[in-house]
Nanobody, 116 residues
Framework: VDLMESGGGSVEAGGSLTLSCVASGFTFSIYDISWVRQAPGKGLEWVSSVPPDGGTYYIDSVKGRFTISRDNAKNTLFLQMNSLKTEDTGMYYC???????????WGQGTQVTVSS
């Protein structure tokens, strides 16, 4: 199993980034896939999930700003992040699973830095 994130970077507050996660080694389309972040000096925080049925779930702090999506044909997960805030700064991880069921596999992460 491999999950490879990309798309992180440094932006000013109000800017946008799109994260991608390419998965391999398992049947991507039948699993919940999530984005989880870790701010500097803090613990892991679930951000968003998309189950196989395509429904989307978000932590309250990103609702209306972030959009999660998946392309099962390309085994790829996306996170479109708009109106970024300094508090969105952190390492963003792609993970197989969900907050409710737990995570079985993780990517290496991609860094997002939002400056004021």
């Amino acid at each position: 199993v491999d999950l490879m994130e990309s798309g992180g970077g440094s932006v000013e507050a109000g800017g946008s980034l799109t994260l991608s996660c390419v998965a391999s080694g398992f049947t991507f389309s039948i699993y919940d896939i999530s984005w989880v972040r870790q701010a500097p000096g803090k613990g892991l925080e679930w951000v968003s999930s998309v189950p196989p049925d395509g429904g989307t779930y978000y932590i309250d702090s990103v609702k209306g700003r972030f959009t999660i999506s998946r392309d099962n044909a390309k085994n790829t997960l996306f996170l479109q992040m708009n109106s970024l805030k300094t508090e969105d700064t952190g390492m963003y991880y792609c993970a197989r699973g969900s907050a409710a069921a737990g995570y079985s596999d993780w990517g290496q992460g991609t860094q997002v830095t939002v400056s004021s």
